[in-house]
């Protein structure tokens, strides 16, 4: 089956066709399910925000790195699983449109490396976090910081504008 | 009642010049969305605590120290984006229930927020040992929350629904 086909037998199914709002009683579930997205995205962008400002050196100096971690990650991961599950819906009510869309892509690659930075923060400047956990981060974690703060807001941006050109 | 102004101020020449801008509406919207996820994300982490959760071992008063100056800082964001909307697109905004319940939900719970800051910088510690921290902590909590939530969804439905009012 070739990305075509699939998209098209995406949008093909019935649950799509009741977020585009097709059947009887299902006009207000795409404004409903994006509202979630748009909720679940708040708290992704927000907790992750307060983690690389501290790795910035701008915000919450008076805490340790590991413990701000350990408080705001679990928060990031929950919210962006339902930010996923929510953004999947929005997707399958216009698959082709979406697919083909130019900001759709791009929000994409921007999370792409948003997970590339991640994963090489989490493998070279906090495996020494031991180091550095209550001073001010060393040049590779502000870096990975800034990195991420800006892929994320690329990630907002982009997806906002999908909502302008599609 | 608010139609007239709406037009007139539709009609100005800074509206019109931000409505010649294509760009404007949806940059500012996606500042708009970054900024409310850092005062959702603020308000989130401080009521999660004062209904006793959260991991980092931080009192109530020192995340209330840390946080609620990017809350306001943020405040100050979606209050500059919000009027940059309003004047683009006034007949939007003003037509419809959802951006007046808005407004009011804004008002309330900021005048919340402000009166809890006064009160736990009055007496820190009172708030910050969970056995002596006041009983209407968890209802500020819990409507701050609630009301951050609802100010989310009206927010989002202005766009969904004013076509109905104009």
């Known amino acids: 089956m070739t990305i075509a086909a699939l998209l098209s037998a995406i949008q093909a199914w019935p649950i799509s066709a009741a977020l585009r709002g097709e059947t009887a009683g299902t006009e207000w579930l795409f404004p409903i399910v994006e509202t979630l997205h748009v909720m679940a995205l708040t708290l992704v962008f927000g907790s992750i925000a307060m983690l690389d400002l501290r790795l910035l050196g701008i915000a919450s100096r008076n805490v340790p790195v590991s413990r701000l971690s350990r408080e705001v990650l679990p928060w990031t991961w929950s919210a962006w699983g339902a930010a996923a599950v929510f953004g999947t819906l929005m997707f399958m009510a216009k698959a082709e449109t979406y697919a083909g869309n130019l900001q759709f892509r791009l929000k994409f690659v921007c999370m792409g490396l948003a997970a590339l930075n991640m994963l090489i923060f989490n493998f070279g400047a906090y495996r020494r976090v031991a180091r550095w956990d209550s001073d001010d981060p060393p040049m590779s974690a502000k870096l990975a910081g800034a990195l991420s703060l800006s892929l994320w807001i690329g990630v907002v941006f982009f997806g906002r504008w999908v909502g302008f050109t599609t | ?166």
């Not at chain 2, 919000?82 to 006034?90: A, R, S």
Request: net charge positive.
């Open chain 2, 1 to 166: 009642m608010f139609r007239p102004f709406a037009d007139w101020l539709a009609n100005t020449a800074l509206s019109k010049v931000l409505q010649d801008q294509a760009w404007v509406v949806p940059t500012s919207q996606s500042i708009h969305i970054i900024a409310v996820s850092i005062v959702f994300g603020s308000a989130c982490m401080i009521n999660l605590r004062l209904l006793g959760m959260g991991r980092s071992g931080r009192s109530v008063s020192q995340l209330s120290t840390t946080l609620v100056p990017w809350m306001w800082r943020g405040l100050a964001v979606l209050l500059f984006t919000g009027l940059v909307q309003t004047i683009t697109e006034p007949v939007r905004q003003f037509v419809t229930p959802m951006f007046w319940a808005k407004m009011l939900m804004i008002v309330i719970v900021t005048s919340m927020t402000a009166v809890y800051v006064k009160a736990v910088r009055r007496n820190a510690p009172l708030w910050d040992a969970a056995s002596t921290r006041p009983v209407h902590a968890r209802v500020f909590a819990t409507m701050s929350t609630l009301l951050w939530l609802a100010i989310i969804v009206c927010g989002r439905f202005i766009g969904y629904t004013w076509s109905f009012y104009a």
